[in-house]
């Protein structure tokens, strides 16, 4: 009885350790959004329009990501497109690479998600997205 009682704590115990690691939240799928900060010039602000294609197996997350720059920002009307992504969702907190010198830290809440864009140089962009359906 005691052997069957352990066991039966074990498997629960894995059960509630993979729902805690966010294995039933998936990511995969298009999102699009917007990021926006304050731009480097003295009255500039700019937003980055994006659309973000991922795809997910377990905690690992890739794709690509198409993007538009907007605003009164020097860098107004940049678009750039198949940007490769790379990284991670662990429970709901979504961290990805995006390209070389950006980083993206979320959290997903359902189809919707908000967080901060970070780049190597400049201040960090904050922003929402929405999965697309």
Known sequence: MEKML??????????????????????????????????????????????????QDMESVKGTLSQRLTGN???????TDNIPVKGTLTGNQLSLQLGRDRWLEATIEGDSFHGTLRVAEGSPFSG??????
């Not at 350790?17 to 480097?40: I, P």
């Not at 920002?73 to 678009?79: F, I, K, N, Y």
């Not at 929402?128 to 359906?133: A, D, E, P, T």
């Open 73 to 79: 920002g020097r860098r107004s009307g940049r678009v």
């Open 6 to 55: 352990a066991t039966m704590v074990a498997a629960l115990t894995c059960l509630l350790a993979a729902t805690a690691t966010g294995e039933e939240l998936n990511v995969t799928g298009s999102w699009q959004g917007t990021f926006t900060k304050a731009s480097q010039t003295l009255s500039g602000w700019e937003t980055l329009e994006f659309t973000l294609q991922i795809t």
């Open 128 to 133: 929402v997205g929405n999965r697309l359906k």
